[in-house]
T-cell receptor, first 112, second 113 residues
């Protein structure tokens, strides 16, 4: 059973628009959520992480976390063509010594 | 300067042959990981290690072995490569703990024919 679910599978957003990506865990032992971005043919790079309820903003990127529902979301405002990538959500559990469980990813395409 | 490197960057192997993928890190991290990624999908953990000379099974270890001869080096071994093992393989390293960021290498594209 997949412990980390992402939605949607793919998303097309016009340039300058807002992209919203979702991620939910089915394991109540989640300690930390991570968002990684992977451009085509490249390796994943950590974008943002969150462990406290609420939101965290870094430039055009905002992450929300609701620990009660184990749901996190990533919002990208003023989307740019360079934001086109596979976005991977991952969760680390407090019993797992740093192991990450990844979701299947959301493929984001920004249309000029 | 790349802190996690992998070799080779791509490889074509024959079914039933032996394949060794290598990973080297200069982050001074204790933890190292091997993942596989199938086209357009997420990452699945194969093996990991938190100390030299010791390895642990991840979520999909069948058909793979791992070796950690030193803190800096971690290898993934396919003793009898199969078609289903065609994928991109990523190595990563991190400090200890659930709040430690993982840093990924550039990946190895493996094609088994």
């Amino acid at each position: 059973q997949q412990k980390v679910q992402q939605s949607p599978e793919s998303l097309i957003v016009p340039e300058g628009g807002m992209a919203s990506l979702n991620c939910t865990s089915s394991d109540r032992n989640v300690d930390y959520f991570w968002w990684y971005r992977q451009h085509s043919g490249k390796s994943p790079k950590m974008l943002m992480s969150i462990f406290s309820n609420g939101e965290k903003e870094e430039g055009r990127f905002t992450v929300h976390l609701n620990k009660a529902s184990l749901h996190t979301s990533l919002h990208i405002r003023d989307s740019q063509p360079s934001d086109s990538a596979l976005y991977l959500c991952a969760a680390s559990m407090n019993y797992n010594q740093g192991k990450l469980i990844f979701g299947q990813g959301t493929k984001l395409s920004i249309k000029p | 300067e790349a802190a996690v490197t992998q070799s080779p960057r791509s490889k074509v192997a024959v079914t039933g042959g032996k394949v060794t993928l290598s990973c080297h890190q200069t982050n001074n991290h204790d933890y190292m990981y091997w993942y596989r990624q199938d086209t357009g999908h997420g990452l699945r953990l194969i093996h990991y290690s938190y100390v030299a000379d010791s390895t642990e099974k991840g979520d999909i270890p069948d058909g793979y072995k791992a070796s950690r001869p030193s803190q800096e080096n971690f290898s993934l071994i396919l003793e009898l490569a199969s078609l289903s093992q065609t994928a991109v393989y990523f190595c990563a390293s991190s400090d200890w703990g659930s709040r430690a960021e993982q840093f990924f290498g550039p990946g190895t594209r493996l094609t088994v024919l």
